[in-house]
């Protein structure tokens, strides 16, 4: 790696929601903090989010240029970027490696940098997501309400996500594409729902005027849909630093995923994660409480371990 020329106490790798979050708190808290962000929010796709008190229907892009004006208002730096890696520096601390060729130093690191959802491999699903593809009714399903649904299933939930939706809509139907089929119990929810089943693959999404009217089977039948609802194939997340570092990782219904505790603390010494790299369901309005969370710690453990590095006649590191 790279001498680096400029050190920080904090960086924050990722300017999402969580990395925001975590840099207002640093900032406010008069830590030297250098967030760097290849700006690839994991709600890019999508025109408005919902869900978050006060700037609920907001769009992704306004919500993030929002936060980075007010950590510019406590010192804080952005920085447009990609980190490469990062490793320790001997001294308690990091050298952080960015794509241009320059290095940072730090004493505290924050990887927030999300998810990507690797979707199915159906003709018009990757070109209408976050518009009437959706995997979220949270998100989206009040702005749909009471629409025809159609429902992609997932081969390891093929229920789940059809009977979740089923409170937004009474017209609901499950497609089971590749699922290898449906327990008596499975069965029987759906039934008690109004969900239709209906079994064979589907070959892709019909397309009117800019706007979705239906799914094609393989088998050459046609439903109409207006909506429709699929899971992501594989949820991989942007943790490529995380596991540089060697931190633990957890394997759940999801994919492997970074382990923490409750305040984003890895099993990496002075390495937190917060947001969507720790579990694909941290939304926008947890994403915040996550960063906001990591950063009141870190600024602690730096606050208390300056104290106690001076009384016992050291120098903080």
């Known amino acids: 790696m790279n001498a680096h020329t400029e050190q920080y106490e904090v960086v924050i790798v990722g300017g999402g929601a969580a990395g925001l979050s975590a840099a207002l708190v640093l900032g406010r808290s008069r830590r030297r903090t250098l967030v760097v962000d290849a700006g690839e929010p994991r709600n890019a796709p999508t025109a408005h989010m919902q869900g978050v008190l006060s700037r609920d229907g907001m769009s992704p892009a306004a919500y993030l240029a929002a936060g980075r004006e007010e950590i510019a208002a406590y010192g804080v730096e952005w920085r447009a970027g990609r980190v490469t890696g990062a490793e320790p520096d001997g001294r308690d601390g990091f050298t952080v490696s960015l794509a241009d060729g320059t290095a940072v130093g730090a004493r505290r690191l924050v990887v927030t940098t999300g998810l990507v959802d690797e979707l199915p491999e159906i003709d018009g699903v990757a070109e209408r997501w976050g518009r009437d593809v959706l995997h979220c009714p949270y998100c989206h399903g009040w702005e ?107 394997e759940t219904p999801f994919g492997e995923f970074v382990a923490v505790d409750g305040t984003g603390r890895t099993s990496v010494p002075g390495v937190w994660a917060a947001g969507n790299v720790t579990g694909p369901q941290e939304q926008v309005v947890n994403a915040v409480g996550l960063g906001y969370r990591a950063g009141v710690t870190i600024n602690t453990e730096l606050l208390f371990g300056d104290l106690e590095a001076k009384v016992e006649g050291g120098t903080p590191s």
């Open 144 to 250: 749909v309400r009471d629409r025809p649904f159609g429902v992609i299933a997932h081969p390891a939930m093929p229920a789940h996500q059809a009977l979740m939706v089923s409170h937004w809509s009474s017209d609901v139907t499950l497609f089971l594409h590749t699922a290898a089929g449906l327990s008596e119990r499975e069965a029987a929810l759906l039934d008690a729902a109004g969900v239709e089943v209906v079994a064979g693959e589907v070959a892709g999404l019909a397309v009117e005027d800019d706007r979705l009217t239906g799914v094609r089977l393989a088998d050459g039948r046609f439903v109409p849909r207006e909506v429709v609802f699929v899971g992501a194939a594989r949820l991989a997340a942007r943790d490529g630093v995380l596991r540089q570092l060697g931190a633990k990782l957890d």
